[in-house]
Nanobody, 125 residues
Framework: VQLQASGGGSVQPGGSLRLSCAAS????????VGWFRQAPGKERERVAC????????YYADSVKGRFTISRGNAKNTVYLQMNNLKPMDTAVYYC???????????????????WGQGTLVTVSS
């Protein structure tokens, strides 16, 4: 059972990146999946999540209208499309999954049990 985040890189402000979270050994479509990020010197924060039972999504206020979380056609992938990136988005991004009964936005980071390694996103001119 493993999650792997990928797709990070360096972009200029206003640019876009798409992060991928791929699972091996299990299917993600049965699970809630969240994207989290940790900037240097700051605590990890939840960026977005997508629920399993109804597909509802949650976004942090700082990324609403710019980021979109979605499930891929394959059963084991979730994406985070990030547009209009800002320097404040610079962070290591992690994906996590869990079997959650309610909409994912009501759960804390601690309730996501399976985590992948991070992928670094750097937004700088």
């Amino acid at each position: 059972v493993q999650l792997q985040a990928s797709g990070g890189g360096s972009v200029q402000p206003g640019g876009s990146l798409r992060l991928s979270c791929a699972a091996s050994g299990f299917r993600l479509d049965y699970l809630a999946v969240g994207w989290f990020r940790q900037a240097p010197g700051k605590e990890r924060e939840r960026v977005a999540c997508i629920s399993s039972h109804d597909g509802s999504t949650y976004y942090a206020d700082s990324v609403k209208g710019r980021f979109t979380i979605s499930r891929g056609n394959a059963k084991n992938t979730v994406y985070l499309q990030m547009n209009n990136l800002k320097p404040m988005d610079t962070a290591v991004y992690y994906c996590a999954s869990e079997n959650l009964a309610l909409q994912c936005g009501v759960y804390s980071e601690a309730e996501f049990g399976s985590w992948g390694q991070g992928t670094l996103v750097t937004v700088s001119s």
